[in-house]
C-alpha cells in the first residue's frame, strides 16, 4: 500500500521556521523524484520545490528560492522541505508527491500558517 505522510506544519510567526517531513512506505522511494507543492484558500496548486531521485538536483519556485532547501534521505525514505524567513503569503497546505514517468503519488498534506 502505498502511502506518503506529511508533518511538521503548523502555526508560526513571521520570520519564523518549520521544517516539514514526508514519510514514504510501499514503493521504491529511491526510484522517485519528490517535490513540494503547497495551496493556499482560493489558489492553484504550486510548485514550491524539487529534488531528482538520489539528490543530486534540486529545484525551486522563485518566490521560495534562498528561504527553502529541500532534502531527502532514502534510507529513511524520506524527504524534508526546511522553511526558513517564513511570510504570510506562504500560508497554505503543503504537499509531498513521489515523481516517476509511469505514475505519481501524493501525500494527504500539511498545513501551514504563517501569521503573528
Known amino acids: 500500500q502505498v502511502q506518503l505522510v506529511e508533518s511538521g506544519g503548523g502555526l508560526v510567526q513571521p520570520g519564523g521556521s518549520l521544517r516539514l517531513s514526508c514519510a514514504a512506505s510501499g514503493f521504491t522511494f529511491s526510484s522517485y523524484a519528490m517535490r513540494w507543492y503547497r495551496q493556499a484558500p482560493g489558489k492553484e496548486r504550486e510548485l514550491v520545490a524539487g529534488?531528482?531521485?538520489?539528490?543530486?538536483?534540486?529545484s525551486y519556485a522563485d518566490s521560495v528560492k534562498g528561504r527553502f532547501t529541500i532534502s531527502r534521505d532514502n534510507r529513511k525514505k524520506t524527504v524534508y522541505l526546511q522553511m526558513n524567513s517564513l511570510k504570510p503569503e506562504d500560508t497554505a497546505v503543503y504537499y509531498c508527491?513521489?515523481?516517476?514517468?509511469?505514475?505519481?503519488?501524493w501525500g494527504q498534506g500539511t498545513q501551514v500558517t504563517v501569521s503573528s
Open positions: 508527491k513521489a515523481v516517476r514517468a509511469m505514475g505519481d503519488y
Open positions: 529534488i531528482s531521485s538520489l539528490g543530486s538536483t534540486t
